[in-house]
């Protein structure tokens, strides 16, 4: 059965006001019945107050049948008082209104006695709330009980008639059980006032939300559904009239709007199909230039081979100038003014050599020597390096190692290379005071450990992440080769890992080397890796 959206708005509305005027009535006659044993429980202590003051003077005289007989007199309002009794401070009844009592022995553990009885000394005093009790007579009833005690004052050990002890404290308690049939009559008549009053204004209510709901939104929402199978059958001049100044208003401006988008697109793709011959021009361009992109990616590859080349013909001479000139600085006869030079001529020699290296590691897949190593410790390591030099003296390193990563097969030399690029890389971002944090952890789920450097310089822009892995692309102004991160690819792929990187502009940039865990797993996916490597350029993240 199909419900109309009136008909589940009210009857959602309904069920909420339901449970919560439900809730609220409860609450309501909960706290009036709260309220009327109050005043009953109130209206009882004044009762016994009463019949102990009426009665004081006939127990002062000794007159007990007097006494007895008000309190008979006050028990017989039939409906209101359920019975009264008198018992001593030996648990004794000594007068009742029920004759079955008189003479019996009520226990300490009993209903009358348990609130003073029920620590290890009886109390002499205590509060009204606390000497009263609920609980059902004998015909099924619930009635109230009270107990109040008679206390022994000084006109009562010194009364002639009988002479209680002036240590006595408590002579007997005048025990007062009340009916509560009309607390429970004006607690069922209220209660049922508001089912009543809760029944008539969810009924009202829900009447009122379906001429509100019909006119402010049945209406409008069959305007849109009527406009949307128009749209459907291919009527794109249609138009929604809805007049609401509300979101069903601005709904229906939103399909106008949709439609008169619709109608421009087909009239755009009915031009597309005449000028057919122009887009497919278009397109040919477009293919060309993608050529062209695929043209320049071979001559990147072969510039892996020709960097190769080059770089084994200088590091010859390289070496014979590098030689030469430590043999002259380290001879005795040499002129001392003429060392400076000599130690420069060695210093820039070796610069270049490193120059040469990073060529030739770029150019050619060098096999990692692996062994058994922590990848904390190789970290350590590398920040004792990089850590001297004076671009880092004002950066704070935070370092969150997880102690738990186990030794893992690596080339601890590659990997400091790898570290220390990334380092490098994440100093020359901060440019100053910053933060470098780096976090160790593995995943046992996919046997992978991890390492990851994040700082809070400058960031990498969004159209730059994709080449950052590419050889000789470099975002520093006349500084580095672009080399490192293309080497730092290729010794992590060579381990059979991967290198992530996210980059927020302006926050700061985080790299993460992922390494396997298990030295087979990484041997395979390393030489599956080289297998099928076309060229010596690692391709881009």
Known sequence: MRLSLIAKLSLAISLILLATMGLFAYINVEQ????????AVIDADKLSETIIRTTHYHMLENNLKRAYQIIDEVGSQRGIIDRIRMVNKFGLVTHSTDSKEKGLYLDKKAEACSMCHSGPSPLVHATTMNRSRLFTNREGKEVLGLAKAIYNEERCYTAPCHFHPKEAKVL?????IVSLDQMHQKVYAYRNEIIVLTVLQIGLIALCLTFLTQRLVNRPVRALV????????????????????????????????MTINLKKARVELEDWGKNLEDKVEERTQEIKKIQSQLVHSEKLASLGELVAGIAHEI???????????????????LDPSLKGDLDLIVKETQRCARIVKGL???????????????LNAIMDATLTLVCNQSSFHDINVIKEYNPDIPEMNLDPNQIEQVFINLLLNACHAIGGPGEIRIRTGFDQER????????????????EHLSKIFDPFFSTKENKGTGLGLSVSYGIIEGHGGRIEVRSTM????TFTCWLPLNHDRATATAEAAAANQAAPLPESS
Not at 360 to 374: A, C, I, N, V, Y
Request: net charge negative; proline share 4%; glycine share 12%.
């Open 32 to 39: 009036l019945e709260k309220l009327l044993y109050e005043e």
């Open 172 to 176: 007997g308690v005048l025990d007062v």
């Open 226 to 257: 009527n406009h949307a199978h128009l749209i459907g059958g291919g009527d794109l001049d249609a138009t929604v009239r809805v007049k609401n100044r509300d979101e069903l208003g601005e709904l229906a401006d939103a399909f106008n709007g």
């Open 315 to 333: 590091n010859n001479p390289l070496t014979g100038i590098l030689v030469f000139a430590s043999l002259l600085a380290s001879d005795s006869k």
């Open 360 to 374: 030739l590691d770029f150019s050619r897949e060098s096999m990692p020597q692996k062994k058994p190593s922590s």
């Open 447 to 462: 046997e992978e450990a991890y390492a990851a450097i994040t700082d809070n310089g400058c960031g990498i822009p969004e």
């Open 506 to 509: 302006g926050a700061g940039t």
